[in-house]
């Protein structure tokens, strides 16, 4: 009895660089499993092909493409109009490299994974392939940025809140009960005016414009109410 072959995943590769894209093209379609199913150059092309009908498993896309009016675009706006087409969508950014916020919009706000082109093609297809069981790849590159981001993030928040005063520290914690300027005052023998003045160096401080942002500061530096 012959074994049943297995179903080959349909590549989708929206790249700018020709170059970069026919090659990419080339080694995927000799890989055993995979076949691509259309390249394009523009994000306009892509999204008219999938409007059309297009079917793919997996997209892989780049980080900066430019439109046909010959302006560079974000490959974040293809993905969103991917999203729309297909909420589903299997995604794979395969980029040079991209800024902090976009990546961690493009992991958490998109759900797609991210590979960068200085790894070996044996990383692009195990990233292809657990892609496919509907895993989010991060190449050990973006893996490593992301960490240090965090760690760099969680030094900054530590020094601001080294850098608030006892009296800050408690205006902020009332803050966070929920306690109004008055009910703070009263609490810690203030004008409610003072609770105002220290609530504006809170905000020069911390960097935030509200009340409510600094409720998420207050959250996310893991400070407590006594």
């Not at 994000?43 to 297009?54: C, I, K, N, P, R």
């Not at 919009?105 to 297809?125: H, Q, R, S, V, Y």
């Amino acid at each position: 009895m012959k074994p049943e072959k297995t179903a080959e995943l349909k590549i989708l590769l929206v790249d700018d660089h020709t170059l970069f894209r026919e090659g990419l093209r080339r080694l995927l379609d000799g890989e055993l499993g995979v076949a691509v199913c259309g390249d394009f150059e523009s994000a306009e092309a892509a999204v008219a092909a999938l409007a059309d009908g297009l079917e793919f498993d997996i997209a892989l896309v780049d980080y900066e493409l430019t439109l046909s009016t010959g302006q560079t675009t974000n490959g974040l706006d293809l993905l969103r109009q991917i999203r729309a087409l297909r909420p589903a969508a299997k995604i794979l950014f395969v980029t040079a490299g991209m800024n902090m916020a976009d990546l961690m919009t493009a992991l958490k706000d998109l759900n797609a994974g991210i590979f960068l082109k200085t790894e070996p093609i044996a990383e692009l297809m195990l990233a292809i392939q657990r892609t496919a069981k509907g895993e989010r790849w991060v190449s050990s590159g973006a893996a490593l940025a992301l960490v240090e981001n965090q760690q760099t993030k969680a030094v900054h928040e530590k020094q601001r809140q080294e850098e608030l005063n006892p009296r800050e520290n408690l205006v902020l914690r009332g803050v966070l009960e929920g306690l109004s300027n008055k009910e703070i005052g009263a609490r810690l023998d203030l004008t409610e005016s003072s609770v105002k003045a220290v609530l504006q160096k809170l905000f020069e401080k911390t960097g935030v414009r509200s009340r409510s942002q600094l409720v998420r500061y207050a959250i996310e530096a893991q400070i407590t109410p006594r």
